[in-house]
């Protein structure tokens, strides 16, 4: 009788594992869904054209010849 019940419970519990395992496969494919999208959206908001789009609506605007100073060190 205790071989019968250690064997139900040791068959239950392999089942959990496999519920568990599956669970997390799932976790994971979400989680890199997730970081696939924002790995995109970081490369889009590091774009040049965005940036200069954006500094645009701020009312920045390029320097005008002459007036960059480069110091060497």
Do not use: C, H
Request: proline share 1%; no cysteine; charged share 25%.
């Amino acid at each position: 009788m205790f071989l019968a019940l250690l064997y139900a419970w040791s068959r239950i519990k392999v089942i959990e594992l496999g519920y568990d395992v599956s669970k997390t496969k799932g976790e994971i494919a979400e989680m890199t869904r997730d970081n696939a999208l924002l790995k995109s959206k970081v490369a889009q908001a590091k774009s040049t054209s965005r940036l200069a789009d954006w500094a645009k609506r701020l009312g920045l605007a390029s320097p005008e010849a002459g007036k960059v100073l480069f110091i060497q060190q």
